[in-house]
């Protein structure tokens, strides 16, 4: 009797985070998309009252449709973290992966003249694991880290294989930016923490479920210039 009586405490426990965490999730939303949506409607307000041939110049065109990406931002990653999608493992080579994301970021990092840099030391390495979720996570990361370096440096992406109980794959990346504020560095992983004005602070959420859901788990630390964040995960499927 006892242990029942506990075991549905336990689930009471459970329930009400489950509640709590459900609670946030929808403040966060709402906030998400209420200012983009206030944006929008000044804007529109303001032209309906302009009498004029061309009540919205090119500017608030350019102001809206900003505003619009950022909603419909939030709505893809809250359906995505919502809704999570089962795994779709396959092999594939780790250098083709990291090539994938490379090649996604080059754009902007070389807007910001920022050299990503990569360690080739392990560019055999097969693992097994959702190659379209993984790219997801590396490639937050890259935007993060990118995000963070307002002046020069470069970032470093380094890879190791650990056996340690069985193969691990551990994929960090480096970066010389502004590092992370003392009092956040425990909650960048929860939903809708974001410093950044146009971010949703999903992204680290969503990457920390992905990699979990492969085994795995996420790390990250401050360094003297910038920060470290990566993943640890199982190179094949246990
Ligand atoms: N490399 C980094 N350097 C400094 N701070 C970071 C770094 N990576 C993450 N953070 C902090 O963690 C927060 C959460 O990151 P996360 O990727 O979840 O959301 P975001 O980047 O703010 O939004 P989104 O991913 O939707 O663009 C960031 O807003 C930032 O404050
Ligand atoms: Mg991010």
């Known amino acids: 009797l006892v242990v029942a009586r506990l075991q549905n405490s ?18 966060g939303t ?5 200012n983009p949506l206030m944006s929008i409607k000044l804007l529109v307000q303001a032209a309906l009252r302009d009498e004029g041939d061309d009540p919205l110049s090119r500017d608030d065109l350019t102001l809206i449709e900003r505003e619009i990406s950022r909603v419909e931002a939030t709505v893809r990653n809250l359906l995505e973290f919502a809704k999570p999608q089962a795994l779709n493992r396959k092999h594939f080579h780790v250098r083709e992966l990291l090539d994938y994301c490379l090649s996604l970021v080059a754009g902007r990092a070389a807007i910001q003249g920022i050299p990503i840099r990569y360690d080739y ?40 294989v650990l056996s340690d109980q069985g193969e691990f794959l551990e994929l960090s990346v480096d970066d010389m930016g502004v590092g992370i504020q003392g009092e956040k560095l425990g909650d960048m992983f929860e939903p809708f923490m974001s ?4 971010g949703t602070g999903l992204g680290l959420s ?3 479920r992905i990699i979990e859901d492969h085994g795995g788990k996420m790390f ?10 990566g993943f640890r995960l199982p190179l094949h499927s246990i």
Do not use: P, W
């Open 10 to 27: 336990q689930k009471e426990v459970l329930r009400s985070e489950k509640l709590a965490s459900i609670g946030q999730l929808a403040a």
């Open 30 to 34: 709402a906030h998400e998309i209420r």
């Open 121 to 160: 030391s392990h560019e055999d390495v097969m693992a097994e694991g959702d190659f379209d979720q993984l790219h997801q996570v590396i490639l937050n990361l890259l935007l993060n880290a990118l995000d963070a370096m307002t002046n020069e440096g470069e970032i470093l992406i380094r890879i190791n």
């Open 195 to 198: 410093t950044k004005e146009s």
């Open 206 to 208: 969503i990457s920390k």
């Open 220 to 229: 990250a630390y401050n360094k003297s210039k910038g920060c470290t964040v």
